[in-house]
T-cell receptor, first 114, second 113 residues
């Protein structure tokens, strides 16, 4: 099993450009999450999904959109990138509720917005 | 103000030393998890604690959940260079927020050979 994979691994954008980050998991997990990690701030939840076709806002959703059209994929979109969105983005998945079940993380995408 | 305060933020020690890192809050949690993150990788779960006063051991790592379920500590005995990484605590508040984990800022540990 590959676990949780993310593409791309690195990306540099100019302000105002758009892009989509792809997350895929092969563990048949219902729950999927997108986090961003900034120095000294741990991980902050952007959006999450509790099943195919459902999404919900996390702690810092502004400027991002998500879609879960297939159970194994969770896409994170930036419509108009801003320098404040420079960060490392992690996708995670779990079998059940956060805290009760282990979250499995991908290797991350390092995004720089100039 | 962050929900979870982790201390210290940075810790550099020699191989063989013992250390304790802390995760504190004024809120009560239904569960608390500890993750370790190595450079260039995503976090990996170490342990989940759910009962106040609970102590769990994982080889040289000892985790304790406070009696009131507001804080936790991680003690490492005889640290090794392989313990180097970012240690993160994470909690769920339960109820309507039960689907979300909230992370602390982390303790960055470096163990020198």
């Amino acid at each position: 099993n590959a676990g949780v994979t993310q593409t791309p691994k690195f990306r540099v954008l100019k302000t105002g450009q758009s892009m989509t980050l792809l997350c895929a998991q092969d563990m048949n997990h219902e729950y999927m999450y997108w986090y961003r990690q900034d120095p000294g701030m741990g991980l902050r939840l952007i959006h999450y999904s509790v099943g195919e076709g459902t999404t919900a806002k996390g702690e810092v959703p502004d400027g991002y959109n998500v879609s879960r059209l297939k159970k194994q994929n969770f896409l994170l979109g930036l419509e108009s990138a801003a320098p404040s969105q420079t960060s490392v983005y992690f996708c995670a998945s779990s079998y059940g509720l956060a805290g009760a079940y282990e979250q499995f993380f991908g290797p991350g995408t390092r995004l720089t917005v100039l | 103000t962050q929900l979870l305060e982790q201390s210290p933020q940075f810790l550099s020690i020699q191989e063989g030393e013992n250390l304790t890192v802390y995760c504190n809050s004024s809120s009560v949690f239904s569960s608390l998890q500890w993750y370790r993150q190595e450079p260039g990788e995503g976090p990996v779960l170490l342990v989940t604690v759910v009962t106040g006063g609970e102590v769990k051991k994982l080889k040289r790592l000892t985790f304790q959940f406070g009696d009131a379920r507001k804080d936790s500590s991680l003690h490492i005995t005889a640290a090794q260079p392989g313990d180097t990484g970012l240690y993160l605590c994470a909690v769920t508040l339960g109820g309507n927020a039960g689907n979300m984990l909230t992370f602390g800022g982390g303790t960055r540990l470096m163990v020198k050979p």
